[in-house]
């Protein structure tokens, strides 16, 4: 059973930058597995932030940024906002149309 | 705009079944597949299963393969779940989400629906 790990939860001050990462239970995270990037309030549907690895969706703002860094997606937040405070997910695409949602990374902008 | 509405969700019994609609409006339904996602209470998303632009292709997660079914009516740009043999784990907000093409491949989920709540309960 393939499982995307993320950081349970991160800390970031206001206007600060903080890395999250998605990673694979066995193997490296490539640009093969589209990784995506969704942010989620509660109460909310998800929000769609990243696709194939960096790409913003429309209407992001640019302080939000996608790469590969070593085995892992990454979602870099640069200054960090207020309203930036929620819980981050990755998503893998594991091919034949299946994907696979991370375990999701808690931000908290204080 | 895209806008992605979910409906027919409810209480159910164990071993029930139910059958989740997702109307589509603001695209041409049949150029793009669709998927359903669900989330359990303070739980991450899952992703439950997807299914091509022409309804040709379905695919499903291990967790709900062989008890749920997913099917799309592209006469009224709509998207069904058919859930059977439901179970206490299955309940959850479910969403529907867009693909950007018409292959589940597409990598990613670029519209969301605001959920239907299903719940498994005696």
């Known amino acids: 059973q393939t499982v995307v790990t993320q950081e349970p939860s991160f800390s970031v001050s206001p206007g600060g930058t903080v890395t999250l990462t998605c990673g694979l239970s066995s193997g490296s995270v490539s640009t093969n597995h589209y990784p995506s990037w969704y942010q989620q309030t509660p109460g909310q549907a998800p929000r769609t932030l990243i696709y194939s690895t960096n790409t913003r969706s429309s209407g992001v703002p640019d302080r939000f940024s996608g790469s590969i860094v070593g085995k892992k997606a990454a979602l870099t937040i640069t200054g960090a906002q207020a309203d930036d405070e929620s819980d981050y997910y990755c998503v893998l695409y594991m091919g034949s149309g299946i994907y696979v949602f991370g375990t999701g990374t808690k931000v908290t902008v204080l | 705009e895209v806008q992605l509405l979910e409906s027919g969700g409810g209480l159910v019994q164990p071993g029930g079944s139910l059958r989740l609609s997702c109307a589509a409006s603001?695209?041409?339904?049949?150029?793009?597949?669709m998927t359903w996602v669900r989330q359990a209470a303070g739980k991450g998303p899952e992703w439950v299963s997807g299914?091509?632009?022409?309804?040709?292709?379905?695919y499903y997660a291990d967790s709900v393969k062989g008890r749920f079914s997913i099917s799309r009516d592209n006469s009224k740009n709509t998207l069904y779940l058919q859930m059977n043999s439901l179970r206490a784990e299955d309940t959850a907000v479910y969403y529907c989400?867009?693909?950007?093409?018409?292959?589940?491949?597409?990598?990613?989920?670029?519209?969301w629906g605001q959920g239907t709540l299903v719940t498994v309960s005696s």
């Open positions: 299914i091509t632009g022409s309804g040709g292709g379905t």
């Open positions: 603001g695209f041409t339904f049949t150029n793009y597949a």
């Open positions: 989400a867009k693909a950007p093409g018409q292959f589940t491949g597409s990598g990613y989920f670029d519209s």
